[in-house]
C-alpha cells in the first residue's frame, strides 16, 4: 500500500464516524486535500457541512478556522489587520482566521465580492500580503467554502475568477432513513466529533501530497484531459467553457484519484470520475441552453460521451 493511499484511508475510515453514509463525498474531500486543491460544498443547510471540515481539521492534527460570512464583512476580517502598538510605537500584524491550516468559508457567497477577492492569493499562492508585506501560509493549506444553492436572497454569486479557485464542488445532500437513524443513535450522549482522534501527522500528509504528483500519465490520457477541456469550450451551449486551470485539476485529481485505489499510473476511468466535480462549477452555460434548463452538469455527461476514450494500453510508460 502506498503512503498516500495508506492516509486517505486512514482519514475517511476516521471522518465517517461523524459524517454517516457519506464516504464517497469524504472521499472527494481528502482527494483535494492530497492534491492541495481547494473545495466548495453546495447543499441546504444541517447536512454535515462544517461537521466535515472539523473532523477533516481533527483526523490530521491542522489548525482549525471558521469564517462566517455576511454582507457586512470586511476584507482585513478575513486577512489581518495592522494595528499600531502604543508601547512600541510600531504597527503590528494581527492574522485573520486566514491564516490556517484548514479554513471553512461558511456562505461564502453572503459576503461582498470585495471581500470574497481577499480569499484569491491565499487559495492560489498560499501566501497573503497585507500592507506590502508577504506572509507564507503553512502547509498544508485547504479552503473549504460552502454555499446555500436554494436561498439566493442576500447573497453575491461568486464571481468567474473566484470559482475557478476551487479545484472540486461536491454536493452531500440527505441521509437515507437508515443513516439518519443511525446518526441519531450515534449522538446520544454526545456528538462524535468530541472524540475523534487524529490519526494522520502533518508530515506523514505532506509526504502523501508529495506521492500524489509522482503518478504517472501517458501522452494519450494527457490528450484525452485536453480534449474533455477543449469540447467545453466548443459545446453549442457553453458561453465560457473551462480554463487551463480546470485543466489542471483533472490532472491533479486523476493522480490523487489513482494513488488512492493502490496504482501508480492513471487510467480513463480516474478522469471520468472526475470530469463533473472538476469542470462544471468552471463552465457558464450560454443564456439559450439556461431557458432551455441546461445545466453545466448534463453539459460534462454529454462531452464524456462524445470525446473518445483512450486505448488499453493508457497505463504503459512509453
Do not use: W
Amino acid at each position: 500500500m502506498n503512503i498516500a493511499q495508506s492516509v486517505a484511508e486512514r482519514i475517511i475510515d476516521n471522518v465517517v464516524r461523524v459524517i454517516m453514509g457519506k464516504r464517497n463525498e469524504i472521499r472527494m474531500t481528502v482527494l483535494g486535500l492530497l492534491c492541495q486543491g481547494h473545495i466548495l460544498i453546495e447543499d441546504v443547510p444541517g447536512v454535515g457541512k462544517t461537521m466535515l471540515a472539523r473532523a477533516l481539521a481533527k483526523s490530521i492534527g491542522a489548525s482549525f478556522s471558521r469564517i462566517q460570512f455576511t454582507p457586512d464583512m470586511l476584507p482585513s476580517d478575513v486577512t489581518g489587520v495592522s494595528v499600531f502598538n502604543q508601547r512600541t510605537r510600531e504597527f503590528e500584524f494581527r492574522p485573520g482566521p486566514i491564516m490556517s491550516q484548514i479554513v471553512l468559508t461558511d456562505e461564502i457567497n453572503r459576503a461582498t465580492p470585495k471581500t470574497q477577492a481577499a480569499l484569491l492569493e491565499a487559495m492560489e499562492e498560499h501566501q497573503l500580503t497585507v500592507d506590502g508585506v508577504t506572509y507564507l501560509l503553512d502547509e498544508p493549506f485547504l479552503v473549504i467554502a460552502t454555499q446555500n444553492p436554494i436561498e439566493y436572497e442576500g447573497t453575491f454569486p461568486l464571481p468567474e475568477a473566484q470559482l475557478d479557485r476551487f479545484m472540486l464542488r461536491i454536493h452531500l445532500g440527505y441521509p437515507t432513513p437508515q443513516e439518519e437513524i443511525a446518526m441519531l443513535d450515534s449522538q446520544q450522549y454526545e456528538h462524535p466529533l468530541n472524540g475523534l482522534q487524529q490519526i494522520v501527522t502533518v508530515e506523514e500528509l505532506l509526504e502523501a501530497q508529495r506521492a500524489v504528483r509522482t503518478v504517472y500519465l501517458n501522452n494519450d490520457i494527457k490528450a484525452y484531459i485536453v480534449n474533455l477541456v477543449t469540447a467545453s469550450r466548443q459545446h453549442p451551449d457553453v458561453y465560457l467553457g473551462a480554463s487551463p486551470r480546470g485543466a489542471l485539476a483533472l490532472y491533479r485529481g486523476a493522480q490523487a484519484n489513482a494513488a488512492i485505489a493502490g496504482r501508480d499510473y492513471v487510467i480513463p476511468d480516474d478522469l471520468k470520475a472526475l470530469t463533473e466535480p472538476t469542470l462544471a462549477h468552471r463552465i457558464i452555460v450560454g443564456p439559450n441552453a439556461r431557458i432551455r434548463e441546461i445545466s453545466a452538469s448534463s453539459i460534462v455527461h454529454s462531452i464524456l460521451g462524445t470525446v473518445p476514450v483512450p486505448g488499453a494500453t493508457v497505463g504503459m510508460r512509453y
